[in-house]
């Protein structure tokens, strides 16, 4: 599994934003000289995060956009969703998809939900605050008596 570049960005964008938390609304090319982004991007991920409620902007004279929400009542699931859309390791989990060959035979599609439930919760348990701190989040170990290949 790995994160749409526009994902990634759209993260460290709120991370530099939740940094400003509580002080004057930011600006597209400000956010982007501090996170070293093209003002493009971040003008268009501006655009996606206003529209899933993640941040508030206002255009004009005092414009700018600030966080819809404190960093720590915003969480890594919501801003990859936002980018993303909802979180599905595969398509069995998309209630609507049905373009699976080994659909009408998989022994494993039943446990696939819970699997992405698990992956979606993980991620919606770290917030913005976590990682805007200067301490990093550690992974999970795995167990003592698991293989690597």
């Known amino acids: 599994m790995r994160l749409s570049a526009q994902a ?3 993260v460290v964008m709120l991370q530099a934003a939740a ?4 002080g004057t609304r930011l600006n597209a090319t400000l956010l982007a000289a501090e996170t070293a982004l093209p003002l493009p991007t971040v003008q268009k991920l501006v655009s996606r995060l206003s529209a899933a409620g993640l941040i508030e902007s206002s255009r004009g004279t005092g414009g700018g956009f600030r966080l819809a929400r404190p960093p ?3 969480s890594l699931a919501e801003i990859i969703e936002a980018i993303e859309g909802p979180i599905a390791l595969t398509p069995c989990v998309d209630a609507g998809r049905h373009d699976c060959a080994a659909e ?3 022994r494993v599609q039943p446990h696939w939900n819970g699997v992405n439930d698990v992956v979606r919760g993980a991620l919606a ?6 990682l805007a701190s200067p301490i990093t989040i550690a992974a999970p170990r795995a ?4 293989v690597h290949a």
Request: one cysteine or more; glycine letters at 8%; aromatic letters at 4%.
């Open 143 to 146: 167990p003592a008596n698991e």
């Open 104 to 106: 009408g035979n998989c």
């Open 19 to 22: 940094r400003h938390c509580g």
């Open 8 to 10: 990634d960005y759209a």
């Open 125 to 130: 348990a770290i917030s913005l605050a976590a």
């Open 72 to 74: 720590a009542a915003i």
